[in-house]
């Protein structure tokens, strides 16, 4: 759970730190609105309201954008002027990837947030129908931090199939397929793993598990935003948004790819 935003400051004068970098807020003095205008050292940002009724916290008014926190309103006034063209080739991109009547939408739930064992995998066509949709039993233990996100507990995964006697189907279901997910490193690791504690015979199925390419929505997802971090030097990784359920990842982003195109 996010903490809840800070109330709207009631001084005509106050700074703020994004991402390292002060920002300098002034009321203008023909207003007692919640209204400031935001500079960057010398350099003139924009202007912000803090409201409630529009959708979101703060309204950033050469945008006609509104966002549920100032930092992020702040990322956004920040943003290259290169970001329409950025944001263009990104249309472009998801475009080119939901025309591909072999994409697979791919998303694994594990045993833990780093280093960690598939718990759960689900799979999508283009269109939101599943293709697969397996509980894994990890054969290792469960962090609480993993539980607290997929509700996911080892009492239950105890009768689900192991990867191994789920490889076959899954082996061919991603033959020839392009793939398409977020965090696809993290995904792709996740594979890697489970392949490598298999037994020698089993692991000649390597090859053939692997799909014929994999597309990756993250940093797309971080362009088609826009916000902005001056300490990264890069669009900020937005969040899904995720349930935390495979198939209901999958669907996720697939609307997220829609609205991208």
């Given at each position: ?13 106050f ?8 920002v ?11 209204t ?20 979101g ?23 290259p ?13 998801a475009?080119?990837i ?20 598939a ?17 894994v039993?990890?054969?290792?233990a ?20 192991t ?78 948004g995720?349930?935390?359920?495979a ?7 697939l ?7």
């Amino acid at each position: 759970m996010q903490p809840p935003d800070p109330p709207i400051p009631q001084h005509h004068l106050f700074t703020h730190t994004v991402d390292t970098a002060p920002v300098y807020f002034v009321r203008p003095s023909d207003t007692e609105q919640p209204t400031w205008v935001a500079y960057e050292e010398a350099r003139y940002l924009g202007t912000v309201h803090g409201q409630f009724d529009v959708g979101g916290r703060w309204h950033v008014q050469s945008l006609n954008e509104c966002h549920h926190s100032l930092d992020d309103a702040v990322r956004a006034l920040r943003r290259p002027v290169r970001w329409a063209t950025d944001r263009e080739l990104v249309r472009r991109w998801a475009r080119g990837i939901l025309s591909d009547p072999n994409l697979l939408v791919l998303d694994i739930q594990t045993t833990g947030l780093g280093t960690a064992w598939a718990v759960q995998i689900g799979a999508t066509d283009r269109d939101g129908n599943v293709l697969f949709d397996e509980l894994v039993n990890p054969l290792a233990a469960i962090t609480p931090e993993a539980t607290a996100l997929h509700g996911l507990e080892q009492n239950r995964l105890a009768s689900a199939p192991t990867f191994s006697t789920l490889l076959p189907d899954l082996a061919h279901l991603l033959a020839n397929r392009s793939c398409l997910a977020y965090n696809a490193d993290f995904d792709r690791a996740v594979l890697e793993r489970e392949i490598q504690r298999l037994s020698p015979p089993a692991r000649a199925t390597r090859m053939t598990l692997y799909p014929r390419r994999w597309a990756d929505a993250m940093a797309p997802y971080a362009v088609w935003r826009g916000l902005w971090s001056v300490r990264r030097g890069s669009y900020r990784y937005q969040p899904l948004g995720s349930t935390y359920d495979a198939v209901n990842n999958c669907r996720r982003l697939l609307t997220s790819m829609e609205h991208m195109r």
